[in-house]
């Protein structure tokens, strides 16, 4: 898995059992090389490319992928032989899954990843939802459900990667699993501290803890019509980006520091997470939070303040670690494709139909 934060392939080893019960043996994050993280930063970012230049980032983000694969398998002692599959998510560089011609375009050539591990690949998982009706995303709740959910109490599970997205999981199991992209996680944090300190991100939110939230910015920045979107609904970068952000910014006339400016978009994150759990799950007890702002401490204290009468905590206390839910979600994923079951909610997604996902790239 490499999401919206392009902070690296998270490759997780897994195992499943006949009754579907799951275990995560190994995980391990590999960083991109400079050249090939710029390529991929270009092409999000600018959303322009040649068609060999978007060739040739594909190949080398598949041969990158199947060398990570083959050395945690190295450092495991394990072959090719010892694993039945690759679900790969790979790199999404554009999501339009409304419109004419809806898509989700991810990278990372599987066929790449399948010569060079000798392991059978599941890839392009989005696209048949879409085909079906569907956003496409987010894909996760349905292993949310599988894993996480109780029939003791109502649940959230919040995943804060570059976008935010939550599921909740209801205790009753005549009530359908709602899940969406919320707007911005770490996306608009991680861009502004780039600019200004040339960091990669906040460690654990310091620099917006230091900084007040300017309440008549972010109540511009509320002003963003997917916030006011019924769902399904689901956004990325394609929205949320550099551009967002200083054309936003450029509306602002008063002047605001920049601790200030990170305050206020960590509150943006916060309070949109926290308004949409009050709005379609006010009944739920407890809130797990999943992805890297698991680890910002301003951004879970918020949570916990909004949210002051749930339990805030991470998906830890549900026996996975924050870091590694989704990558674990793309090996389930995979796991539901190869035994010809269904990998969808449209309930969460708005397909017509529950449908087989990922495509299917023999060793």
């Excluded at 930063?41 to 694969?69: C, H, K, Y």
């Excluded at 199991?173 to 780039?194: E, H, R, S």
Aim: aromatic share 8%; proline share 4%; with cysteine.
């Amino acid at each position: 898995m490499s999401g919206t934060s392009l902070d690296g392939i998270d490759v997780t080893l897994t195992s499943f059992s006949e009754s579907d019960t799951f275990q995560l043996v190994n995980a391990r994050t590999f960083s991109f090389p400079k050249a090939l993280y710029n390529q991929l930063q270009g092409l999000i970012v600018n959303q322009t490319s040649t068609l060999e230049n978007l060739g040739q980032i594909d190949i080398a983000l598949g041969r990158l992928i199947g060398s990570s694969i083959n050395t945690i398998l190295a450092e495991q002692q394990l072959t090719a032989k010892d694993i039945t599959a690759i679900g790969s998510h790979g790199q999404t560089i554009f999501h339009s899954p409304v419109g004419e011609y809806p898509f989700s375009l991810q990278i990372g050539d599987a066929s790449v990843i399948a010569e060079i591990t000798g392991i059978t690949t599941i890839a392009d998982f989005r696209q048949r939802d879409i085909a079906a009706g569907g956003q496409g995303a987010p894909l996760v709740p349905a292993f949310h459900q599988a894993l996480f959910s109780s029939p003791n109490e109502d649940r959230v599970i919040v995943n804060i990667g570059g976008i935010s997205n939550i599921t909740l999981l209801p205790s009753s199991a005549n009530q359908p699993v709602i899940g969406f992209d919320t707007g911005p996680g770490n996306v608009l944090l991680d861009y502004w501290i780039k600019v200004q300190q040339n960091k990669a991100y906040d460690h654990s939110g310091e620099w917006a803890a230091s900084g007040q939230c300017n309440q008549k910015m972010l109540k511009q920045l509320l002003d963003e019509a997917y916030f006011k979107q019924a769902i399904p609904k689901s956004t990325g970068r394609e929205l949320f980006n550099q551009y967002w952000c200083e054309t936003t910014l450029a509306r602002f006339t008063q002047e605001i520091s920049s601790a200030d400016i990170q305050a206020t978009f960590a509150e943006l994150t916060a309070l949109t997470i926290a308004n949409d759990i009050k709005a379609y799950a006010e009944s739920s007890n407890s809130v797990f939070i999943c992805g890297g702002g698991a680890h910002n401490i301003h951004l879970m204290n918020r949570l916990k303040s909004l949210l002051a009468d749930k339990k805030v905590s991470t998906t830890m206390d549900l026996g996975v670690s924050p870091d590694w839910v989704e990558a674990c979600a793309f090996s389930w994923l995979a796991y539901r494709t190869l035994g010809n079951k269904t990998g969808n909610l449209p309930s969460v997604t708005g397909a017509k139909h529950p449908v087989i996902l990922g495509a299917i790239y023999p060793a």
